[in-house]
Every structure is written in structure tokens, then in C-alpha cells.
């Protein structure tokens, strides 16, 4: 069955560098998600991203962040300048539907993010 | 702003017997709910959905349940087995958006 992948698994950074956290969604889908669960909390929606741009994107979701499809089959999560409140595990999402079909997101096994 | 709340962080059911997961919401626009499940070290895996124009969906030992008047959704597993002991999330989307909006999960542990 498809996979979404992502790494690394573990990304250590220092406060104050980039990041870029990097996903491969499953090849036929057309919706991408990033979501994030810092540590004993729930899973919060960052941002979905549509042919090629942004479709909503959440509070958390702020100027330190962008992300990218620059290939045809990477979609990356780049945070300019980390915070040590951006420890957390990222995960990735894809869904084949467009736009409000009822489809389910299929998740990859996420990276943790480590800021020190 | 907790739209998708599951009161239960954990649960601890006999093998064999049956589990009940319980989700609320409280955004009359949700329209689309769905069941993941998470072992540790591991994304999400998506389990089972319902829309709102139904109020039962089954899948195998997995069957949930929507009460759309009381913003509440349940996920029954039957017979439960060891190695459905992982979180599970309740998540809900809705006509303003296709973000989906999670619980906070709870700790299903099925004793053999």
C-alpha cells in the first residue's frame, strides 16, 4: 500500500537556524498537510497546500514558516528561524480528493523536531 | 479552542471484550468524522469515517456512531484484541474548510 515517507526521522537544530523538514505524499494525491503534536498534546493542523499554493493555513502557521512543492513528488516544511517552542513532531499528511470530498488523510510517521 | 474534545485519556479494556471510544464536538458545521489510530513512533492510520448524513458506519470489528444533536461520536470496537491497543484520535472537518481538527486522543489498552 502507498506510503507517505518523511526524514529524517529526528531532526536536532539549534535555536535560531532553519529547518527544513521534508515529506514525499502518496504519488497520486492532490492535497497536502503539515500537522504538528508538541508532546502530550493533540494534533494541530499547520497548513494544506493545493496546486501549488497554500489553501489555509492556520495561527501557528506565521511568517517563521513557508513550504514548497519543488518537485513533483517532495513537499517540504521550512521554518527560517527555530524557537524552542517548535519542538515537536511534525507530520505530513496527503489526501486524493480535491477540494471537500470526503476523504481521509493518510499520514506519515512524522519527524520529531528537537530545538535546543 | 478545543472544537473536538475526548474527555477519556485512557482506557483499559478486557480482551475479547467490547471498547468504546467517545468523541465530542462542538462545531455545528463539522460534517465528515474520522477515527485514527497511533501507535507510538508512528504517524496516524486512518481507521474508519462517517459523514454526517449517516449515524452508524461499520468496518469489520470497528463501528462508529454519530449523534449529530448531541455533537458526539463514538468508535465501538468488538471484540477487542491486544493489538488494538494504541491513542486514537477523533477528527472532524467541516464545510468552512478541509483542515481536520483533532481530539486530543485516548490510550486504548486491551489486557490478554
Known amino acids: 500500500e502507498p506510503e507517505v515517507t518523511q526524514t529524517p526521522s529526528h531532526q536536532v537544530t539549534q535555536m535560531g537556524q532553519e529547518v527544513i523538514l521534508r515529506c514525499v505524499p502518496i504519488s497520486n494525491h492532490l492535497y497536502f498537510y503539515w500537522y504538528r503534536q508538541i508532546l502530550g498534546q493533540k494534533v494541530e493542523f499547520l497548513v494544506s497546500?493545493?496546486?501549488?499554493?497554500?489553501?489555509?493555513k492556520s495561527e501557528i502557521f506565521d511568517d517563521q514558516f513557508s513550504v514548497e512543492r519543488p518537485d513533483g513528488s517532495n513537499f517540504t516544511l521550512k521554518i527560517r528561524s527555530t524557537k524552542l517552542e517548535d519542538s515537536a513532531m511534525y507530520f505530513c499528511a496527503s489526501t486524493l480528493g480535491i477540494y471537500r470530498t470526503n476523504q481521509p488523510q493518510h499520514f506519515g510517521d512524522g519527524t520529531r523536531l528537537s530545538i535546543l | 479552542d478545543q472544537q473536538v474534545k475526548q474527555n477519556s485519556p485512557s482506557l483499559s479494556v478486557q480482551e475479547g471484550r467490547i471498547s468504546i471510544l467517545n468523541c465530542d464536538y462542538t462545531n455545528s458545521m463539522f460534517d465528515y468524522f474520522l477515527w485514527y489510530k497511533k501507535y507510538p513512533a508512528e504517524g496516524p492510520t486512518f481507521l474508519i469515517s462517517?459523514?454526517?448524513?449517516?449515524d452508524k458506519n461499520e468496518d469489520g470489528r470497528f463501528t462508529v456512531f454519530l449523534n449529530k444533536s448531541a455533537k458526539h461520536l463514538s468508535l465501538h470496537i468488538v471484540p477487542s484484541q491486544p493489538g488494538d491497543s494504541a491513542v486514537y484520535f477523533c477528527?472532524?472537518?467541516?464545510?468552512?474548510?478541509?483542515?481536520?481538527?483533532f481530539g486530543t486522543g485516548t490510550s486504548l489498552t486491551v489486557i490478554p
Open positions: 462517517i459523514s454526517s448524513i449517516k
Open positions: 477528527a472532524a472537518s467541516g464545510s468552512t474548510g478541509n483542515q481536520f481538527y
Open positions: 497546500f493545493y496546486n501549488n499554493e497554500i489553501s489555509e
